[in-house]
């Protein structure tokens, strides 16, 4: 097979979100072999893209760039250097994500300009509940004791100590592990209600072991046994100041968002002459027994199909598009891929002039009322709204107008249910009228708003992923086919997993196919948290 005539090889690859750009621009730096990716969207990223509504920059999920690989965090640095200006030459910083956290010395490479720079941000996000503000960690301290009130507070010691005398067993479901670990009471309070807007399932339908794989290190004892013996620690202790001070999480940020980090590759990919197709969307792969031969692409703006003839596909398409296109004999991988289960989600972006804050809340870092967080978790039962990012505090890059607040008013939902056929209009106008519904905003103080739709934005593991291996296997089947990234392994991937997944695809290729299922292999105790209680 030849690029357009010559004795190259060409690799297709579907998808320009971090695992496809990664693909690309390693094999233009290690190989010979020619990438072609093809992107359905009208811009690079994926779900790291970074929407720009009008000098205003959305970050879809908010993104923190935190990588245990050195070599994910060497990539990142060389296309986009930490900006001097953050740190100390020389100086270690200490970034973390969730219970991971390392020391990083970043290099002093020169930024390609000014504005090609990552940040280093401090995190902070809290959980809204009852119109009040708690820490996120929870902490079982004065101001949570305080938001609870004292009867709340014992009602919900009582259910726990009854939870560890009356255990349920057999732990069959993810109630019964969060009951089993807090207590029917706190289960109800902080983690019922925020899973099941998540997920959309009832936690009875989610598997015990899914939760066992996801909270580690989360325990009730714990946390009493630090708010019962805070008391005798000396206010002035050294070492417990330490501590805490690296206990702050940062973690580093591209200035205009995480698109910036996949824009700059982009173009770094068209400079050595790798091609990136905007607006084509992979129709259907063709193959000749169990090797992929070529690929059907369609341009949007002219409605045609194109047969692109290719040597390798690397697919971040969503498993279950692929296995459709690869039209497989075995039924049971029809059925199973065909009801694989993903969680869409939806941003409204809302321009405030000002915020307001809860009675007795002293909330806001600045004079327009602005909450100090990165994000900030909604347990109200009231309203569906899951999370609200505050993309002022990712980055002022992210905001036209300073004096402006820019916020990101998160929804898990189910592509093409009620919440996501409203039309952008009344979802605006229900976001909105949301917050100003548990008394964070005034909606007279609405300037402006947009609306994005992230379809597929979680593979979720129940129902048919339990027979997901059946799919994999007939998928290593194809010696010329990678399948990599979060939908393309049906995987909680992060953007450094997905990176990695390509980079192993790539070495494979590179190796003629040695080393193929070492892409599995990444992050495969699936350890992956984006939300409250580490279950979403
Ligand atoms: C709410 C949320 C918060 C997150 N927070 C973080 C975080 O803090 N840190 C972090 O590192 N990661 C985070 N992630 C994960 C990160 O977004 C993903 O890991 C990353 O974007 C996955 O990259 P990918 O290339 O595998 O897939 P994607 O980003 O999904 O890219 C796949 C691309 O394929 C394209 N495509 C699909 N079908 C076709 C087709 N038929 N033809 C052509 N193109 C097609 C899509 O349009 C898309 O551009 C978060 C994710 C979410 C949802």
Redesign the pocket.
Known sequence: MSDSGSSRKVAVI?????????AALELLRRSDVMPIV????SQ??????TVNYRGNRMD????????KSDWVMRWWQEILPVAQNQIEQNQSVRIS?RQQSRDWVPASAAPRSPDAVMLVRQRLSRIFYRRRFFDYPLKLNASTLGNMGFMETMRIGLSYGQAQLLRRSPEASLEDFFINRFGDRLYRTFFKDYTEKVWGVPCEEISAEWGAQRIKGLSVTKALTHALTSPFRAAGDTAQRQTETSLIER?LYPKFG?GQMWEEVARLIAQRGGAIHLG????GVERDGMRITAVD?RDAATGTVRRIPCDFLIS???VR?LAAFLQPDDPAVVRIADRLPYRD?MTAGLLLRKMLSPVGQRTASAANGMPPDNWIYIQEPDVKIGRLQVFNNWSPGLVADSDTIWLGL?YFCGEGDELWSLDDGRFLDFAAGELEKIGLIDRRDVLDGTVVR?P???PAYFGEYREFGHIRTYLDQFANLYP??????HR???????ML??DAAVRSIINRGEGKSAIWGINADGEYH??IGAVA
């Open positions: 579907a998808g320009a979100g971090p695992a496809g750009l990664t093809f992107e359905a969207d690079v990223g994926g779900i790291s893209k879809l999920g908010g993104h923190r760039f935190f990588s994500y973690f995480p084509h969307r992979v129709v692409v971040t398409l969503p598009d989600f998160e992230v597929k934005a979680y990599v990234g979060r939908n393309g392994m909680y991937n992060n953007q450094d997993h997905s997944a390509a984006e939300a």
